[in-house]
């Protein structure tokens, strides 16, 4: 299902706009994010079947609360912001049908089993499964763990504290940055929905095993 030269139009002017709104104060969901999960996306489309612009225009605002985020200062949930993810594409020409396909494929990319969300791949869209698979992908391997550090950084968290990790993924603040590994990014790989998503993820959840069984070989014997 190709992109038609309208919903391309659509597309490019969306990307323009949202490049706009997205500065380099919002960290590690900056703009640069939002492109590499669209690209992720594109690669899943190539073996996966859906419609491009659901998941190209979801690509590019699934970060939107993100905005929401910095300026109040604490966790804001994807859906507190579809009044101005519905006002952009509305603006663009986008149908009401449209609209809401990527409304639920922007929500579907902050549910997590690990948060002890209830994950129905059966009923939900192709659409919903890529865009979904397409971002968690981005928090994994060597670009998860550079976003990882610049996260917790921009929080005040700090590398590693001695505190019990959690069963379950919390959003907002963690103890440490190393137990966000442990309590979400180490998990994703299973919590894929398309098989090329899972089997990329597994190849960059290896190399993040590796880098955090490093650092604690090094923060280990550093300790007094």
């Known amino acids: 299902m190709p992109l038609t030269r309208s919903t391309a139009h659509q597309l490019e002017a969306l990307r323009t706009k949202v490049r706009a709104m997205f500065g380099h ?5 900056d703009f640069a ?3 590499r999960v669209e690209r992720n996306a594109t690669r899943l489309l190539e073996i996966e079947t859906g419609d491009p612009f659901v998941v190209g225009a979801a690509c590019l605002l699934h970060d939107l609360h993100r905005i929401l985020e910095r300026d109040l ?3 804001v949930a994807p859906e507190q912001a579809d009044a101005q993810v519905c006002a952009i594409l509305d603006e663009q020409g986008v149908d009401t049908q449209t609209i809401d396909h990527v409304c639920a494929c922007i929500h579907a990319t902050e549910r997590y089993r690990c948060a002890g969300d209830v994950i ?4 939900m869209s192709a659409e919903q499964r890529i865009v979904r698979d397409a971002d ?3 928090a994994l391997g060597a670009v998860g763990i550079a976003r990882a ?4 950084g921009r929080l005040g968290e700090p590398l590693w504290v001695a505190e019990p990790i959690n069963d379950t993924f919390q959003p907002g603040h963690t103890a440490s940055i190393v137990h966000h590994f442990h309590e979400k990014l180490l998990h994703l790989h299973r ?3 398309t098989d090329e998503g899972r089997r990329i993820a597994i190849e960059r959840t290896r190399l993040m095993r590796e880098y955090l069984d490093a650092l604690r070989e090094e923060l280990d014997s550093s300790s007094p």
């Open 25 to 29: 104060d919002v960290v590690a969901h």
């Open 136 to 138: 968690m992908l981005d």
């Open 191 to 193: 919590e894929m929905l």
């Open 120 to 123: 129905d791949a059966a009923s």
């Open 149 to 152: 550090f610049m996260f917790g």
């Open 33 to 35: 994010h939002l492109e």
């Open 73 to 75: 200062g604490h966790h």
